[in-house]
């Protein structure tokens, strides 16, 4: 009987002692977790500077941007957005140099302004008014 009273006992200081240890690593995880939290609160002004500055977002979402990165979950789909972001697209159009505008009848010497063709209705405006096109050709 001795012998299982100390083996029942010495079973109780093992799992004691287990029970120690996982404890110990709890505290010690925790204590690194919050110690990241700090830091990437720390950081996280600097992120919403630089996502502004880049011109990934407008200064009026500052502050919403800011607690967005306050969850793990929420920065990595912002990584994703940001990834996929285009700048150009999102860049407004004013200041932007615009191609000249070429306009398609204008761009065929045979439209030059008062040139007539033998398209059947430069025609009829000749037998028209003859008068008025004799000049012009």
Same mark, same amino acid.
């Given at each position: 009987?001795? $012998?299982?009273?100390?083996t029942l006992?010495?079973?109780?200081?093992?799992?004691?002692?287990?029970?120690?240890?996982l404890?110990?690593?709890?505290a010690a995880?925790e204590q690194?977790?919050?110690?990241?939290?700090? $830091?990437?609160d720390?950081?996280?002004?600097q992120v919403?500077?630089a996502?502004i500055?880049?011109?990934?977002t407008?200064e009026? @979402?500052?502050?919403?941007?800011?607690?967005?990165l306050r969850d793990?979950? @929420?920065r990595?789909e912002?990584?994703?957005?940001?990834?996929?972001?285009d700048k $150009?697209?999102a860049a407004?159009?004013?200041?932007r140099?615009?191609a000249?505008a070429?306009?398609a009848a204008?761009?065929?010497?045979e439209?030059?302004e008062?040139a007539?063709?033998?398209s059947?209705?430069d025609?009829?405006?000749?037998r028209?008014f003859?008068?008025?096109?004799? $000049?012009?050709?």
């Amino acid at each position: 009987m001795a $012998q299982d009273t100390l083996t029942l006992d010495q079973e109780v200081v093992d799992l004691m002692t287990a029970g120690s240890a996982l404890l110990e690593k709890a505290a010690a995880d925790e204590q690194r977790r919050t110690e990241q939290e700090k $830091q990437a609160d720390e950081l996280i002004p600097q992120v919403v500077d630089a996502l502004i500055v880049g011109g990934f977002t407008p200064e009026s @979402n500052r502050t919403k941007l800011a607690k967005v990165l306050r969850d793990p979950i @929420n920065r990595l789909e912002l990584l994703i957005e940001v990834s996929q972001f285009d700048k $150009q697209a999102a860049a407004p159009a004013i200041g932007r140099p615009i191609a000249p505008a070429v306009k398609a009848a204008a761009a065929r010497p045979e439209y030059r302004e008062g040139a007539l063709t033998d398209s059947p209705g430069d025609m009829a405006l000749k037998r028209h008014f003859p008068g008025l096109f004799s $000049q012009v050709g």
